[in-house]
C-alpha cells in the first residue's frame, strides 16, 4: 500500500503530516518572533519584472463605521472598504492586514475627511510605503417626505469618501454621490401633444429612472455634508424619485415630471450650474445616465468643471449607473 501523507491509507498506517489542531497551543514573544516574513525574503524572489507597482492592497473589506449627519446624528453604517498602498519595485509584497489593523485603531472615531487622513498616515508609517488611497462605500439613509400626503420614507444614496496621500505630502479628499430621478422627454412630450391636438389621439410620453454620479473634491478647510451635495442635486434636477406615494403623490410626480422636462444634456448642465457655484467645491465631475424606455439604449453624458490638471470626462463605467 502507498504511503498518505494527510489521510490514513487502506492499510490502516497514520498519515505522514500530523492534522490535528491543538487548542491549547499559545504564540510566545520568541516564537512570534521566530515565525518566517515574506518581507524578509532575498531581493531575487521577486517574481516578474522588477517594477513599482502603483497600488496594492485589499478590497471590500467590510466593517461597521460612524457617520455624522448635518443635524448632528451619529449613524452606524455597514461600510465597504479599498484601501491600497504603492509598493516599491526593491519590496516583496505588503503585509495587508497592517492596512485592516490601521482601521481597527481609529474604528470607534467618526468617519471625516480628516479621519481618513490619521488612516492613511497610518498606512505610510505601517506598511513602508510612499502612497496610500483610501475608498470607503455605503448606503446613507435620509427621510423624504411625499409630495402631497404628508408620508415620509427612507431614501438610501450609494455614497463613498476617498482619499488620496501622495509621495510629495498632498492629501486630497474625494466625495461620490449617487443621485437617482426620473427623466420626461421633452421631445416625447411634444410629439404627445401634436397627437391630441392634430388627431384627438392620447397618449403617454417616455420618461425613464435615471442616476447622476457626482464626483467632487472639496476646499481645503471647508466642508459640505452629504445632505448639502443631495440638496444641490434635488436644486437641480427637481424631480428625484419618490419613496412612499398615495394617488395624490403620483399625480403631482406626473405633474413635477411636467414641470421639468430634460434631455441627458439638460441634466449635465443643470447640476454643473448648482456645483460650480458652491464655493466649498474645488472641483467636480457628473456622468449621467437616462435608461431610455423608448430606445433599449441608455443616454449618457459627462461633465466636469475644467479646472487646470483637475477632473477630465474621461468617465465610461456607465453599466454602473443601473438603477
Given at each position: 500500500m502507498k504511503q498518505m501523507y494527510l489521510h490514513r491509507s487502506a492499510s490502516g498506517a497514520a498519515a505522514k503530516v500530523?492534522?490535528?489542531y491543538d487548542r491549547k497551543f499559545r504564540a510566545s514573544p520568541a516564537y512570534r518572533a521566530s515565525l518566517?516574513?515574506?518581507?524578509e525574503v532575498a531581493h531575487e524572489a521577486i517574481h516578474g519584472a522588477n517594477v513599482p507597482i502603483q497600488q496594492v492592497g485589499i478590497h471590500n473589506f467590510k466593517l461597521p463605521l460612524r457617520y455624522r449627519t448635518k443635524a448632528g446624528k451619529v449613524l452606524t453604517l455597514e461600510t465597504s472598504v479599498t484601501g491600497t498602498v504603492s509598493l516599491e519595485a526593491e519590496l516583496k509584497g505588503i503585509n495587508m492586514s497592517r492596512i485592516m489593523r490601521s482601521f481597527y485603531?481609529?474604528?470607534?472615531g467618526v468617519t471625516t475627511g480628516e479621519w481618513m487622513g490619521k488612516i492613511l498616515?497610518?498606512?505610510l508609517r505601517n506598511?513602508?510605503?510612499k502612497d496610500a488611497r483610501l475608498k470607503i462605500n455605503f448606503s446613507y439613509p435620509m427621510l423624504r417626505a411625499s409630495l402631497r400626503s404628508g408620508l415620509a420614507g427612507y431614501q438610501f444614496y450609494n455614497v463613498a469618501f476617498e482619499g488620496v496621500m501622495t509621495r510629495d505630502g498632498r492629501y486630497r479628499?474625494?466625495?461620490?454621490?449617487?443621485?437617482v430621478y426620473s427623466s420626461a422627454c421633452p421631445c416625447s412630450a411634444e410629439l404627445t401633444e401634436h397627437a391630441r391636438d392634430q388627431r384627438g389621439t392620447y397618449g403617454v410620453p417616455h420618461s425613464q429612472r435615471s442616476k447622476a454620479r457626482i464626483t467632487i473634491e472639496e476646499v481645503a478647510g471647508r466642508k459640505i455634508w452629504i445632505e448639502d451635495i443631495h440638496t444641490l442635486c434635488l436644486r437641480a434636477l427637481r424631480t428625484e424619485t419618490q419613496v412612499m406615494v398615495?394617488?395624490?403623490?403620483?399625480?403631482a410626480f406626473a405633474e413635477l415630471n411636467g414641470a421639468n422636462l430634460k434631455f441627458v444634456e439638460d441634466a449635465a448642465r443643470l447640476l454643473y450650474r448648482e456645483?460650480?457655484?458652491d464655493k466649498r467645491i474645488a472641483d467636480f465631475r457628473i456622468a449621467c445616465s437616462h435608461l431610455e424606455s423608448l430606445h433599449s439604449h441608455d443616454a449618457v453624458s459627462v461633465i466636469c468643471k475644467g479646472v487646470p490638471g483637475g477632473f477630465v470626462a474621461d468617465f465610461m463605467d456607465f453599466g454602473q449607473l443601473l438603477c
Open positions: 500530523a492534522r490535528e518566517p516574513d515574506m518581507m485603531e481609529h474604528k470607534d498616515k497610518s498606512y506598511v513602508d510605503t479628499r474625494f466625495i461620490h454621490f449617487d443621485f398615495k394617488r395624490e403623490d403620483e399625480q456645483f460650480d457655484a
